[in-house]
């Protein structure tokens, strides 16, 4: 990974999951929806066209990852994956547990209801779920 790469500060605030080939994968601090947010560790991205050969294949393999952690942890209704990048410019992947029980069902998120923050135990407990769902799905992909 190159030596420059560094966070937009909108996401260096949010808890690390785990680092994984290409993309740092980050929980955002929303308690309404499982949600992962992916940063490829490439200086400069804005926009997924952005990515090339290993590094685009890479992205949509640790897309399907994150989004097979969370169907396992939470056996959500739907995933949802989105990549906008309207307010903050690094190139990241929004992936989403939805129900058709949450607030914004079947809206998109955002705007919907205001984030609400895990509390320090909470978060914890999460972080370790998350992780060992990925060890599991690691696991069964072999």
Request: hydrophobic share 45%.
């Amino acid at each position: 990974m190159s030596d420059t790469f560094a966070l937009h500060p909108d996401f260096a605030k949010l808890p690390v999951v785990e680092d994984w080939d290409l993309c740092r994968v980050l929980l955002m601090e929303d308690g309404t929806y499982p949600w992962l947010v992916l940063v490829p560790r490439r200086e400069g991205l804005r926009d997924f066209h952005d990515l090339e050969g290993a590094d685009l294949a890479g992205a949509t393999a640790e897309i399907v990852r994150a989004s097979k952690v969370l169907v396992s942890c939470f056996r959500p209704d739907k995933m949802n994956v989105a990549a906008l990048g309207n307010q903050t410019p690094q190139l990241h992947i929004h992936v989403i547990a939805r129900f058709q029980t949450d607030p914004a069902w079947p809206g998109p998120v955002w705007g919907k209801v205001p984030a609400r923050p895990y509390d320090a135990g909470e978060r914890e407990d999460l972080l370790v779920r998350l992780r060992g769902a990925i060890v599991e799905v690691e696991n069964a992909e072999g």
